[in-house]
Structure formats: structure tokens, C-alpha cells
């Protein structure tokens, strides 16, 4: 697999390969020093250089395949401990190559084998990747690593965008959708069963989708009914309908028994006049005037 990149979109980088797959930007092919890939590093205070792509471990005994070469001076040995002078050691799984503090701001030449990691794509229009868990979910390593992609910029997808797990929306902001119709339970067989209820529902707590605290508005299609749903602080105290409209044709309001009823009624005010419901017990239509309950028939 071929990967194409257009070079008005991506600049300054180190970037790219897959896996197995290399790239000419800023590497060459040096074969005298035995590995595909050869970049000046200048040893950093931290004694730890990062390389630009993830290096192949081609064996685990000496020469693991990376190779270090002083320049100007001679070729650097590795080794499996903590380095002393003129000593190098390789860190596969990081992509690091660590030296001793007395060779800090020596040049030297990193050769190695890339496996195709993308990393430290220097360019705000490109795609940021973590480095161990691309290669890891690459190589088979670590069969359940994932791959994290940070986009600092607007993303255009011109085909379909397929998301097989949960998507979370972070931001506290008014969700724009130009779409004037929005589909639930899409993708459902025609002769297929369809789901008992769907709709919207208000997390008013930390609990999970369902909880007593999170009011909905609701499809039943059991009864081919809308339900504005309570919550388990509604006059009924668990969730029941407080408003029903039957697809049949039909409204149906809150139905209260008498002493549902009378727990409602001592909270309501002036401000809830003209609030209705129906009273099971008595198979009345009762209200609130502002002042009082009233029995509207």
C-alpha cells in the first residue's frame, strides 16, 4: 500500500511512513553504515535523542540493527546497559536512543531500519498520532491498542463517517445541524423488529442513560404513543407519562390519584395557573386557577 500525500498540504514534517513502507523526507538510503535510514541528531542535555520514525529491532543480541557514528570521529557502541562514554542504548518500544552525559552536544549519525510510525509532524494541518500505540496496533503488539488522532483544525470527511463506538461531544455548545430531519433508529431492516421506544433524554445527574432523573420525550412503539416522560420527582414519583399523544389521534394529560393529587397541589403557585390533569380516583378532569384546584369536568 502506497500512502500519497500532496506537499501543499503538508510541510515542515518528518512525517511519513507505513508500516514497512519508508520515506525520502529527510532520511536517505546510506548502505555503508548497514540501515535504510541515517539522520543527524545533536545529543540533547537530557542525553536521550528521539527518532523521527519508529526503528526496527532486527535481532536481540548486538547489533540490534541501530548503529551510531560520531561525526566527525568514529562509530558508537551499544550496549544493553546504562551507556558510558562513546556508548549508545536503544529503546525499541520508545523510539529513543539514550548516551552518556559526557558525549551531551556531540553530532552524530543514527542509522536504522523504520517500521512507519507517523510522529512529530511539526505542521498545524497535520494529524498528531501517539507513538508507541500507532506502532504497537501496526505491529500486532498489543492487540487492543487504539490509535488517538488530535485534529487542531476543521475537518471536511466528503464521504460517509462510520463510527462504531460512542462519541462523546466535550464541548458545552449549542449543537448546529443544517439536516431538518433528524433519524433515530436508522438502519433498521424493513421486516425487522423495531426498537420498543426512542428518543430524547436529559442527564440531569451523573447516573447513566435510563436513571429515574432524566426526563424524556419518548416514541413508544408499543402503543404508538409520544411520552413526555417524569422524572422520580414528578407528582407520580416514578417515571410515568405526564403527557401522552396518541399516533391514533388523542391527547392524554398527567393521570394523578387523590393522594398524588394533593402532594402536587401543595407545591404548585400562582405562577402554575392553568396547569390540568386527571384524577383516576375521582375520573375527573381537575386544574389549577392560581389559587385553588378546580374540577374542570
Known amino acids: 500500500m502506497a500512502l500519497q500525500l500532496d506537499p501543499s498540504l503538508i510541510t515542515e514534517t518528518d512525517l511519513l511512513t507505513l508500516h514497512d513502507q519508508h520515506t525520502v523526507a529527510e532520511e536517505h538510503v546510506v548502505p555503508a553504515i548497514g540501515?535504510?535510514?541515517?539522520?543527524?541528531?545533536?545529543?540533547?542535555?537530557?542525553?536521550?535523542?528521539?527518532?523521527?520514525?519508529?526503528?526496527?529491532?532486527?535481532?536481540?543480541?548486538?547489533?540490534t540493527g541501530t548503529t551510531v557514528v560520531q561525526v566527525p570521529g568514529g562509530p558508537f557502541v551499544e550496549v544493553f546497559s546504562t551507556p558510558a562514554v562513546g556508548q549508545f542504548l536503544v529503546n525499541y518500544a520508545n523510539g529513543t536512543v539514550s548516551f552518556n552525559v559526557a558525549d551531551v552536544g556531540k553530532s552524530v549519525l543514527v542509522g536504522y531500519t523504520a517500521l512507519g510510525s507517523i510522529v512529530r509532524a511539526r505542521h498545524v494541518n497535520n494529524i498528531s498520532i501517539p507513538f508507541v500505540p500507532f506502532y504497537n496496533k501496526l505491529d500486532g503488539i498489543v492487540p487492543d491498542g487504539g490509535v488517538d488522532f488530535t485534529f487542531p483544525n476543521d475537518v471536511t470527511v466528503t464521504g460517509?463517517?462510520?463510527?462504531?463506538?460512542?462519541?462523546?461531544?466535550?464541548?458545552?455548545?449549542?449543537?448546529?445541524?443544517?439536516?431538518?430531519?433528524?433519524?433515530?433508529?436508522?438502519?433498521?431492516?424493513?421486516?425487522?423488529?423495531?426498537?420498543?421506544?426512542?428518543?430524547?433524554?436529559?442527564?440531569?445527574?451523573?447516573?447513566?442513560?435510563?436513571?429515574?432523573?432524566?426526563?424524556?420525550?419518548?416514541?413508544?412503539?408499543?402503543?404508538?404513543?409520544?411520552?413526555?416522560?417524569?422524572?422520580?420527582?414528578?407528582?407520580t414519583g416514578t417515571r410515568n407519562p405526564l403527557l401522552r399523544v396518541y399516533d391514533k389521534g388523542g391527547v392524554q394529560v398527567t393521570k394523578l390519584t387523590t393522594a398524588q393529587e394533593a402532594i402536587l397541589v401543595a407545591t404548585l403557585v400562582a405562577a402554575d395557573a392553568g396547569l390540568q390533569w386527571f384524577n383516576t380516583d375521582t375520573s375527573q378532569f381537575m386544574g389549577w386557577n392560581g389559587l385553588a384546584q378546580v374540577i374542570l369536568g
Not at 520514525?53 to 535481532?59: G, L, N, R
Not at 423495531?194 to 433524554?201: D, K, T, V
Request: hydrophobic residues 40%.
Open 35 to 63: 540501515a535504510e535510514f541515517l539522520s543527524t541528531y545533536l545529543i540533547p542535555a537530557s542525553k536521550v535523542v528521539t527518532l523521527r520514525e519508529q526503528p526496527k529491532q532486527q535481532q536481540l543480541t548486538i547489533p
Open 160 to 235: 460517509d463517517l462510520n463510527v462504531l463506538g460512542i462519541v462523546n461531544k466535550l464541548v458545552s455548545e449549542v449543537l448546529n445541524l443544517t439536516d431538518n430531519i433528524l433519524l433515530l433508529n436508522s438502519g433498521l431492516a424493513i421486516d425487522g423488529p423495531a426498537l420498543s421506544s426512542a428518543g430524547i433524554e436529559v442527564a440531569r445527574s451523573v447516573n447513566p442513560q435510563g436513571d429515574l432523573t432524566h426526563p424524556q420525550l419518548l416514541w413508544s412503539e408499543t402503543d404508538s404513543v409520544w411520552g413526555f416522560n417524569s422524572t422520580s420527582a414528578g407528582p
